[in-house]
Structures are given as structure tokens and as C-alpha cells.
Nanobody, 114 residues
């Protein structure tokens, strides 16, 4: 079955960087677009970044120029490099794939605070 497992979250100071990873299994990873979402307490889930099967990327305006999504099809892994982090980036970050249905990982907490 489809499984998505995130890692790499943590506590970081404003201006710092983190790299999130999401390792997928149960489907042919290279054929599917992958997405990172985030949800802060009391807020709706927000689409942060998308990478298509061909490697095209798209970002939310709030993270453009600071975040980079990439993928390694040999490792079945999608990454989210987050630089110049701000307190408002604090959220649970989850990866997602639509493989006949939406699948989600368990999420990883990112906290940006001094």
C-alpha cells in the first residue's frame, strides 16, 4: 500500500534552514507529482510546493525564493529545502501524493522561534 514517511523537522531560529524529506513506497514514485503541505494551529492546510513527474515546480507566494522542492526518483524521496525561515513558517509539514486517491504522511513539526 502507499506509504509516505516524512523526516527532518525540528526547532530552528529565524533565518535558519531545514531540509525535510519524504520517502515513498507502494507506488511507482517517478510517475507521480509530489506535494508538500503545511498546517499551522488554527489555520487551514496550505499547499506549499509541488513537483511534477517531469521535475517542474510550483510554490506558494509565501515561500517563493526561500523554499526549494526537489526529488530523487532513485531514492523514492522528495525534499523540501527551507531557507530564511520565519516564525510564520511554523507548522506541521506533510507530503502528499495523488495515486488514485490522496495519500498523506504523518507530518513533521517545524518550529521557527528564537
Amino acid at each position: 500500500q502507499v506509504q509516505l514517511v516524512e523526516s527532518g523537522g525540528g526547532l530552528v531560529q529565524p533565518g535558519g534552514s531545514l531540509r525535510l524529506s519524504c520517502t515513498a513506497s507502494g507506488f511507482t514514485f517517478s510517475r507521480y507529482a509530489m506535494r508538500w503541505y503545511r498546517q499551522a494551529p488554527g489555520k487551514e492546510r496550505e499547499l506549499v510546493a509541488t513537483i511534477t513527474s517531469s521535475g517542474s515546480t510550483n510554490y506558494a507566494d509565501s515561500v517563493k525564493g526561500r523554499f526549494t522542492i526537489s526529488r530523487d526518483n532513485g531514492e523514492n524521496t522528495v525534499y523540501l529545502q527551507m531557507n530564511s525561515l520565519k516564525p510564520e513558517d511554523t507548522a506541521v509539514y506533510s507530503c502528499s501524493a495523488y495515486v488514485s486517491a490522496f495519500y498523506w504522511g504523518q507530518g513533521t513539526q517545524v518550529t521557527v522561534s528564537s
